[in-house]
Every structure is written in structure tokens, then in C-alpha cells.
């Protein structure tokens, strides 16, 4: 399975989003986004599965290695061993991350199980971020989770992979945004409710990014949490 995920080349919503985690954490976290962007623009560019693989596995060794030595001349280690680092974050527990990605090359189809996977590691993004920003008893794995499957159904489109993956982010997304979000992880709150506004717009129809509802709906989670 080899998926074409990337982010829009111009997000302002996303940009809304950063604006929401404590100026201190602020970067740590865009470091953080600036890895998941590196590692679907990896899956997009590669076309042999065994090249992908081989390509990951360079970033979950270069990844471990930000523990024991300087990064290497590459912009988003550099940004993550600064940033991150220093915020309580280690480079090992970032690796699952790639862990989650490598779903999608090792994969010819996507069942439930490769799924679950899938989201819990590429979903521990935001057990990070939350270590990062200090987030304190928000329900990050579970919104991370929900997050990468709802990414991940929008890039398919249609088909029976996209809809399982709709079908599995909605419940842990709707869980996760059923509590009030502390202030410090309000941000990743803000990208959760983003994937569940993608998750309830039809495939056909769907609000621009930046649409004035959306936008207003992101900007009443900043106030409220919820």
C-alpha cells in the first residue's frame, strides 16, 4: 500500500492551529508537524515499496540517534533536537512514528488490524506534542489516533480502505472531543476537531480549508476546549 498524504501547500488553519499552543512550546510542536509532513512527502515520493522501506528505516535509526549524538545536516532533525528535545521528549519515542507511516508501504491492503496499527503510530505524535506543549490529562492518544485515520481516509477518497478508516476515526474522535481540553493541548484539541469536521463533510461537497465555519468552530475550541 503505498498512500499519497500530504498537506495542503497552503493551510491556514493550520496556521491558526500553532497560533494555539503556548508561545514557550509553539515551535516544539511545529517541529513535530514538520516530521509527519517529511515523512508523507517520503510515501509520496516513492513508488518501490522496498525503496520506501529502506528510506524509513534511515529516519528510525536517525531518529533514535538524536539521544546520543548531534543531528545530522537535515532541517527536520535539527528543528526536533532543538525544539523538542530539550521539552522532555526523546528521540526514541518519536520512532513509532515512523513505525506507523511503514503501515503503508509493507501493506498490499489495508484491514483492520494494519488500521489499528497505522493510527497508533503514527497517532503518537500526539503523546509527544502533548509531552512538549505540557499538556496534562487531555486524551492524546486517542485523538491522535482518530487524527491520523481521518488524514488518512480523506487522501484515499472512496473505497472500502477509506471508508474502514472513516469508520475507525470516528469513534475515537468523537471520544476524545467529548471532554474539555486543557489549555496547553488545546492546539492538538484543535487539529483533532479539524479531523472530525473533514470526517462529517461528504466526499463530494467539502468545505474549503479556511471555510468561515470551520474556522469559527476552531476559534470556539480555543475559547472553550471543547
Known sequence: ?????????????????????????????????????????????????AVGQLR???????????????????????????????????GASLVPIVHGWEV????EALDGLALARFAAGRGSLFVAAGTALAAAGDP?????????????????????EASAARAAAGPRLTEALGRRWSRNGRALGALALRARMDLDVPGDAPLPIG????????????????
Open 1 to 49: 500500500m503505498n498512500a499519497s498524504l500530504n498537506t495542503q501547500p497552503e493551510d491556514p488553519e493550520r496556521a491558526l492551529i500553532l497560533a494555539y499552543a503556548p508561545l514557550v512550546s509553539r515551535p516544539a510542536l511545529a517541529a513535530l508537524l514538520a516530521l509527519d509532513d517529511a515523512l508523507a512527502l517520503l510515501l509520496r515520493t516513492t513508488s518501490q515499496p
Open 56 to 90: 524509513l528505516a534511515w529516519w528510525r535509526e536517525a531518529l533514535a540517534k538524536l539521544d546520543t549524538a548531534p543531528p545530522p545536516a537535515e532541517p527536520v532533525l535539527r528543528g526536533l533536537a532543538a525544539e523538542v528535545l530539550p521539552r522532555g521528549v526523546t
Open 104 to 107: 503503508l508501504v509493507e501493506e
Open 140 to 160: 492524546l492518544a486517542l485523538a491522535g489516533e482518530g487524527w491520523a485515520l481521518a488524514d488518512l481516509a480523506r487522501h484515499l477518497g472512496d473505497g472500502e
Open 211 to 226: 471555510a468561515p465555519k470551520r474556522v469559527g468552530r476552531l476559534l470556539w475550541h480555543r475559547l472553550t476546549g471543547r
